[in-house]
Structures are given as structure tokens and as C-alpha cells.
């Protein structure tokens, strides 16, 4: 990839979400121009993207554009003449209903994704495309294994079949990624994909974005987390997910999948922490036992992003302290 101020300009979709906008953020910071796409209100009206316009190096390097998943043409204007694309974006296939178990759902938001690749294959100046997929697509299957990498797959009709939380999203994350190789394997775009765990710590925009406040659960005063379900929780400081994106862009023989997870802790370790460092503020319940159900979650293995090179800068303390304060800040604790 280009170096020093003749970077380029990228294109980044979903830009209002919680990774999105801290990767632009640093996108900007490191002197590219980015083409941050936005979906508008479901009435029409168009979002604030002010938290994006006021960054620094915005001006000048930072163009919105209005997108939509359910149209994915509309993103042609911004990808064309990019050299990169971090598809962030994320179609569901029902927000209203998360288990709403819909194949022609599916099927429509695996298409709007491959159009997006076969629109990056057109606009002839994109070099790599990083898509971000989830642990969603790697850890549920009948195998189990105690750790996960890249060589592990969701299989859908074992989420199907046992997985009873968040089915569609695990489905849609496994579809949309299978598809997307195969895509790239016929049409040799150059496709790395990030496969990200719980993503948590400090935010940019102005509401507290979903896995933030889930993995925040205890403090908000939630007596039954989702978190409480799984002996295994695996965690990244949105800083470092967003460096990760970056790097296998710019690494010269990134390919392939890349597991990004920083630290596994238990659920009685996450307790204890919590109840050590807040409880003079929060009342953090001690917990011995996980309450899982069914799936046995496992630990995740970042080993690969590491051997190229990567290095994590943050650890649980970060996350979680620059979660509170940004929730403060917001007025949400």
C-alpha cells in the first residue's frame, strides 16, 4: 500500500457504528482520506454525523455518503476511485426480532454483500478489501473444541438446531463470509477478513454503542447478562480491533482470516474483576458458577494476527474504564 501522505482514500461503510467511526478516526490520523458511507433514518432523515465531520484531518479527507445495505448500487459513489474498502457495515435480517430465522432474509443480505465485492472488482482501483465478520461465524459447531482460529466455522444448521440467542445475526455473519470467499476465490479480489469477539471500551458516537453496553451489563444494573451464559468471554478494545483492520490492509501478505481477540477470561475472573476495581461505585455480583446453557463456548486464538506482527495495547482495565467514563460523559451512569 502507498506510505506517508499519498495514502490514499478508502472507503469505509457503516460509519456511524462503534468501530466504524473509531476506525476513521484513525484512518485520519494516519493520513488517508476516507469515504464513510451512512444509512439514513428508517423516515428518511438523514443521521448526525457531526462526531465524524469534527475529527481531526476531517476536513478536507472525511466525505460522507448516503447508503444503503438494502440497495447496495448506492454504494458505487464511494467506493470508485478507492484504493481500499473496510466493509464494516452489517445488514440484520430482522432488528426488531434477533431470532427471527428467515433463509430468504439471508439470502438477500448475503447477495447486497457480494455486490458490494463485485462493486470494489468494478471500480478497478481497489487493491484489498477488509471485511469484518464476527465470532459468530467461527465458534458454533458440534466440535468442540476448546480453542478457535481461523480454521474454525460456524455451522448454520447447528445454530439452527441448538444456538437460541442472537440466531440471526450468527447465521447472516457465517453466510455473508463463506460467500464472500468464494466470491473472491472466482473474481481474484484480494478479500482479508477480521473476526472480532465482544468489542468493547471508549466511543466516539453519541449513543453507547450495543456490545458495549453488554458487556457492561453488571454496572448498568442488568441482573442477567447475556455474558452470564458463557464460561468463556472473549473481549477487544475497539482501539486495537480498529489498528487490526488497518494492519492486515497494509500488510503486504495478509490473506485469509484473522482472529482478533485480545484476552479470554472467565466469567467468575470477569466477576472478580469487576467487583475488585468498581465496587465502590457499582454493585457487581460475585459469580462461581457460569449459568451456561447448552453450548460450551471456547477460548479464541489470535496466534496468526500475532505472528505477522500485531501487537494488542490494551487489556480489560482500558476497556472497561474508558467505557465508564464515555458513559458518564453521556450521562448514562
Request: aromatic letters at 10%; a negative charge; proline letters at 5%.
Amino acid at each position: 500500500m502507498a506510505e506517508g501522505n499519498e495514502k490514499g482514500c478508502v472507503c469505509v461503510t457503516g460509519g456511524t457504528g462503534f468501530l466504524a467511526s473509531r476506525l476513521i478516526m484513525k484512518l485520519l490520523q494516519q493520513g488517508y482520506a476516507v469515504n464513510a458511507t451512512v444509512r439514513s433514518h428508517r423516515d428518511g432523515s438523514p443521521k448526525d454525523t457531526s462526531f465524524l465531520t469534527n475529527l481531526e484531518g476531517a476536513p478536507g479527507r472525511l466525505r460522507i455518503f448516503v447508503a444503503d445495505l438494502d440497495n447496495p448500487e448506492s454504494f458505487s459513489p464511494a467506493i470508485e476511485g478507492c484504493v481500499g474498502v473496510f466493509h464494516v457495515a452489517q445488514p440484520m435480517p430482522d432488528l426488531e426480532d434477533p431470532e427471527d430465522d428467515d433463509e430468504a432474509k439471508y439470502r438477500e443480505a448475503v447477495r447486497g454483500a457480494v455486490r458490494i465485492f463485485e462493486l470494489c472488482v468494478k471500480a478497478g482501483t481497489v487493491k484489498r478489501v477488509v471485511y469484518t465478520s464476527s465470532e459468530s461465524a467461527m465458534v458454533f459447531n458440534d466440535e468442540g473444541a476448546e480453542v478457535v482460529d481461523e480454521s474454525c466455522w460456524s455451522d448454520v444448521e447447528y445454530i439452527r438446531s441448538s444456538i437460541s440467542r442472537e440466531k440471526a445475526y450468527s447465521i447472516c455473519k457465517t453466510m455473508i463470509e463463506k460467500a464472500g470467499f468464494e466470491f473472491a476465490h472466482k473474481s481474484g479480489l484480494d478479500l482479508v477478513t477480521v473476526i472480532p469477539p465482544y468489542i468493547h471500551g471508549p466511543f466516539i458516537t453519541p449513543q453507547c454503542p450495543y456490545s458495549v453496553r453488554l458487556s457492561m451489563a453488571w454496572i448498568f444494573g442488568d441482573n442477567d447478562p447475556i455474558i452470564e451464559y458463557q464460561s468463556v468471554i472473549p473481549f477487544v478494545h475497539v482501539d486495537d480491533l480498529a489498528s487490526a483492520h488497518i494492519f492486515v490492509f497494509e500488510h503486504p501478505n495478509a490473506e485469509g482470516r484473522y482472529t482478533c481477540c485480545a484476552v479470554n477470561t472467565t466469567l467468575g475472573e470477569l466477576s472478580a474483576f469487576l467487583s475488585t476495581r468498581y465496587s465502590h461505585k457499582y454493585n457487581i455480583p460475585l459469580i462461581k458458577v457460569s449459568k451456561e446453557k447448552g453450548f460450551k463456548y471456547p477460548k479464541e486464538s489470535s496466534k496468526k494476527l500475532l505472528v505477522a506482527g500485531f501487537q494488542f495495547k490494551y487489556g480489560l482495565e482500558d476497556m472497561f474504564d474508558g467505557a465508564i467514563e464515555c458513559c458518564k460523559q453521556r450521562g448514562l451512569l
